[in-house]
């Protein structure tokens, strides 16, 4: 057994000892000249023989203003190592050449005198590049540019207050102003298409404007943004989630109708100031998870435009009461969820798909969690109205106006290709107004219920009755 044991030991020990062989890369030395110092370089060389995290032994020595070789050894310099030129203190002026493509984490960081950066081409930053560099104050981010970091670039870059993006830039990359507590004001190029995650998290934006060429912003992207008070998101299609989480100055926001798709977990959650969402007119879909969490949101107003209830829309709201427009058809599963404030909600019959009713018609998959003085106003014979019932949720019926009686006549006569006009109701007949407090001679829970229990109680009487008719014919005889 012990030998057994020796020898797999020994099999573990030759392929790792393989693993470091084939896949490990050599280490190469150079010097060359900057500015008059002499400037020792580690590399690595990947298979096109090109250098790659390419180092710098002896930062310190660097002085004022430097551009980074493109080329040592006649082969062309493509990546910086990880802090490849930590703590240059007296390093002022930096200048990427083209031919680098990424930098690796930590590369400039404490770089205490660095004022000025040109970045070249460069297409990957890694996360604290240039973290603690004091005197930094601005920054050109070529379009290039295609990859960020989680953790951010510029952390603890105090003085960072002016950053530009260049014209034709099609992403904010992921990270890139994370934590830049003093950049204030940023121009999005209309170049632009996508906000990458977590870009502007943690920083001192008091304002944004998104060109309408912004179709997708990703998740954290304005995350803790506490100055934040002025969104404009011009034709955004998709928001992915927690995207305004914690944002405390933020009270209001207009969701455009280009919007076509949320995210389960909300998008702005802990944002516990916003009181005031508007759905642009033409909207069609109020997309899933929009207003999840958010508590201090009382009442929406629903364009008449809208379609589509999206799954979690409004879950864990504070909505205490809402009306759906007839233009509505669907309702996807826990759009209401856990809104305990919520006790009326108008449905009108045109919504036919409700949660997952045609699947677990009797299990809550819209209100579920909600208040027990919930009350759905809904049209006799509706859909909803068979819901509720099945879900024994408090309902209300409404009375129909003429209006709605004509049109839906119309529609039976366009559907059976009638043409001879009928006349509905007398002409001097004044028009119904719909109830929308309490349908005549039915209440909460009423209807189809009571009918049963007058059955019960007639049966009942009627049963005594004959039972002592019954006894006083025994005593007779």
């Not at 914690?246 to 702005?268: H, Q, R, S």
């Not at 959650?269 to 508007?278: A, D, E, I, M, R």
């Not at 819209?366 to 809904?378: A, G, K, P």
């Not at 407090?437 to 209807?447: E, F, R, S, W, Y």
Request: charged letters at 25%.
């Amino acid at each position: 057994m012990l030998k057994k044991n020796f020898s797999i030991l020994i099999m573990i020990l030759v392929i790792v000892g393989l693993r470091g062989n084939v896949f490990g890369k050599d280490t190469y030395t150079a010097t060359s000249t900057i500015n008059g110092i002499k400037v020792n370089w580690e590399y690595q060389l990947n298979e096109k023989n090109q250098i790659e995290n390419l180092k710098c032994i002896n930062p310190v020595e660097l002085r004022g203003n430097i551009t980074i070789p493109s080329a040592l050894d006649g082969k062309t310099i493509i990546s910086l190592g990880s802090s490849s030129f930590r703590s240059a203190t007296n390093l002022t002026s930096l200048t990427i050449p083209s031919s680098i493509k990424k930098i690796n984490y930590r590369a400039f960081e404490k770089c205490d005198n660095l004022t000025s950066v040109n970045l070249g081409q460069i297409e990957d930053i890694s996360f604290d590049v240039f973290k603690d560099c004091p005197k930094l104050t601005k920054i050109e981010l070529p379009k290039t540019l295609k990859y960020g970091a989680d953790n951010g670039i510029f952390t603890g870059t105090t003085k960072l207050t002016s950053v530009t993006f260049e014209e034709g830039t099609t992403e904010i990359v992921r990270g890139i102003l994370k934590n830049c507590k003093n950049i204030t004001k940023v121009t999005i190029p209309n170049s632009v298409i996508k906000i990458g995650s977590g870009a502007f998290s943690n920083s001192g934006l008091t304002e944004i404007k998104l060109p309408n060429s912004v179709k997708e912003i990703d998740y954290y992207a304005f995350e803790k943004c506490d100055n934040l008070t002025s969104v404009n998101l011009g034709q955004i299609e998709d928001i992915s989630f927690d995207v305004f989480k914690d944002c405390p100055k933020l009270t209001k926001i207009e969701l455009p109708k280009t919007l076509k798709y949320g995210a389960d977990n909300g998008i702005f959650t802990g944002t516990t100031k916003l009181t005031s969402v508007t759905f642009e007119e033409g909207t069609t879909e109020i997309v899933r998870g929009i207003l999840k969490n958010c508590k201090n949101i009382t009442k929406v107003t629903i364009p008449n435009s809208v379609i589509k209830i999206g799954s979690g829309a409004f879950s864990n709201s504070g909505l205490t009461e809402i009306k759906l427009p007839n233009s509505v058809k669907e309702i996807d599963y826990y759009a209401f969820e856990n809104c305990s404030n919520l006790t009326k909600v108008t449905i009108l019959d045109n919504c036919t798909q409700i949660g997952w009713f045609s699947l677990y018609p009797n299990k809550d998959t819209v209100f579920n969690n909600h208040n027990d003085n919930l009350t759905i106003y809904c049209y006799k014979d509706s859909k909803i109205s068979d819901y509720a019932k099945a879900n024994n949720i408090k309902y209300v019926y409404l009375t129909r106006t003429t209006t709605e009686i004509n049109t839906e006549k119309q529609k039976e006569k366009e559907q059976n290709k009638e043409t001879k006009p009928t006349n509905i109701t007398n002409s001097n007949q004044k028009p119904k107004v719909e109830d929308t407090t309490i349908a005549k001679g039915i209440l909460p829970k009423t209807g189809v219920y009571m009918t049963i229990v007058y059955v019960i109680i007639s049966i009942f009487i009627i049963s005594f009755v004959l039972y002592k008719k019954y006894n006083n014919y025994k005593d007779v005889k």
